[in-house]
């Protein structure tokens, strides 16, 4: 399985690239989902692409293909009718892939972070209320206090 990804580059191509090691597929056929974020060894630095094909070979030999590091989403970051109207628009407009998927996203899920927000909330246990409620002895007067 070849992964091809559009990287936020002026080059009007897709870069084929392995799965990574120990990978389970979370689509139909086994691959990751198009439209799902990756991230990717490119010369010497880190980029963050968009999976916008899976191919069974490669024009790249094999040895020379790379593998990507991480995928970074269970889920497509954008919808099939959007995948599709940027996917035109590239072609349409004579752009290359990566720099319109790039533009069509915000700066942060370009940067790799997280496409779902997540809040961590605390609260108190029952010991907890309990030992509000009627502090035992164990604890200092001045730790009792605070």
Do not use: C
Not at 28 to 33: E, H, L, Y
Not at 94 to 120: D, K
């Amino acid at each position: 399985m070849i992964l091809q990804i559009a990287l936020d580059t002026p080059l009007r191509r897709v870069f084929d690239y392995r799965p990574p090691s120990g990978f389970v597929g979370l689509g139909s056929n086994g691959a990751p989902r198009l439209g799902v974020r990756v991230r990717v060894p490119f010369g010497r630095q880190q980029l963050i692409g968009i999976l916008v094909g899976v191919a069974s070979e490669s024009s790249i030999a094999s040895a020379k293909l790379k593998t990507v590091i991480d995928i970074l989403d269970e889920q497509p970051i954008v919808d099939r009718a959007t995948f599709d109207l940027l996917r035109w628009a590239a072609e349409y407009y004579h752009h290359p892939l990566g720099e319109v998927f790039a533009a069509a996203l915000p700066v942060s899920l370009r940067a790799g972070q997280p496409a779902m927000q997540t809040t961590e909330w605390w609260s108190l246990s029952q010991t907890g209320r309990q030992e509000l409620s009627t502090p035992s002895a164990r604890r200092a007067p001045q730790q009792r206090a605070l």
